[in-house]
């Protein structure tokens, strides 16, 4: 069964703190992806991490694959009230592009 | 960038009556597009996968039937739900990679935000 598995699902934190989302699957994958969604809003990407080892970086985010261990992170740093969003992960675990996602993590960033 | 058109953003219908929404990529040509539905509250699920010049593929669970799909050139796709009823109301949000682009993310829709009275 295709599984992502993300935690926490909610993570209410403090401006300036740092902290990581995490997010687990279940099969061999060669893409991962990490979007964020505002409010009654579409999907927003944030990064495409494709192999082993990738780390990518966009301002005060940073994601990364692990394939070996079917981990990826997202990495908050120095957080502002401004990234409070749901973040999803999603895999490709069919090489066909239809993704299967996490069930979010409900991030809440308090002045 | 690659850019992916949905329409319309919101639409209000009657049970009983069916709606059609559109997917287009604006800057590319996507042989393939896909169907997402999600909940309030909850993530995205993959309902199909729609295949330019064939039939679409259903994820379990999703009636074809009464989720008609369309993929009738390279730059659209057209979810119908017909007979739709309350329980259909949800937002659905379509996606299309561009494949010329290794590395390209996965564009999606602003999505659509069904309410079935």
């Known amino acids: 069964e295709l599984k992502v598995e993300q935690n926490p699902l909610f993570l209410s934190m403090q401006e300036g703190k740092n902290y990581t989302i995490y997010c687990n699957y279940s099969?061999?994958?060669?893409?991962l992806y990490w979007y964020r969604q505002d409010p009654g809003k579409s999907l927003e990407s944030l990064f495409v991490?494709?192999?082993?080892?990738a780390v990518k970086q966009e301002g005060r985010l940073m994601a990364s694959l692990d394939t070996k261990a079917r981990l990826s992170t997202l990495h908050i740093t120095a957080a502002v009230h401004d990234l409070s969003a749901t973040y999803f992960c999603?895999?490709?675990?069919?090489?066909?592009?239809?993704?299967?996602f996490g069930k979010g993590t409900h991030l809440i960033i308090q002045p | 960038g690659a850019v992916v058109s949905q329409h319309p953003s919101w639409v209000i219908c009657k049970s009983g009556t069916s709606v059609k929404i559109e997917c287009r990529s604006l800057?590319?040509?996507?042989?393939?597009m896909f169907w997402y539905r999600q909940f309030p509250k909850q993530s995205l699920m993959l309902m199909a996968t729609?295949?330019?010049?064939?039939?679409?593929?259903?994820e379990q669970g999703v009636e074809k039937d009464k989720f008609l799909i369309n993929h009738a050139s390279l730059t659209l796709s057209t979810l119908t739900v017909t007979s739709a009823h309350p329980e259909d109301s949800s937002f659905y949000i379509c996606?299309?990679?561009?494949?010329?682009?290794?590395?390209?993310?996965?564009?999606f829709g602003n999505g659509t935000r069904l309410t079935v009275t």
């Open positions: 996606s299309a990679s561009n494949r010329a682009s290794s590395n390209s993310p996965l564009h």
């Open positions: 099969t061999t994958s060669d893409r």
């Open positions: 991490l494709l192999s082993n080892g």
């Open positions: 999603a895999v490709d675990m069919r090489g066909a592009d239809g993704l299967t």
């Open positions: 800057d590319f040509q996507a042989t393939t």
């Open positions: 729609s295949n330019e010049g064939s039939k679409a593929t259903y």
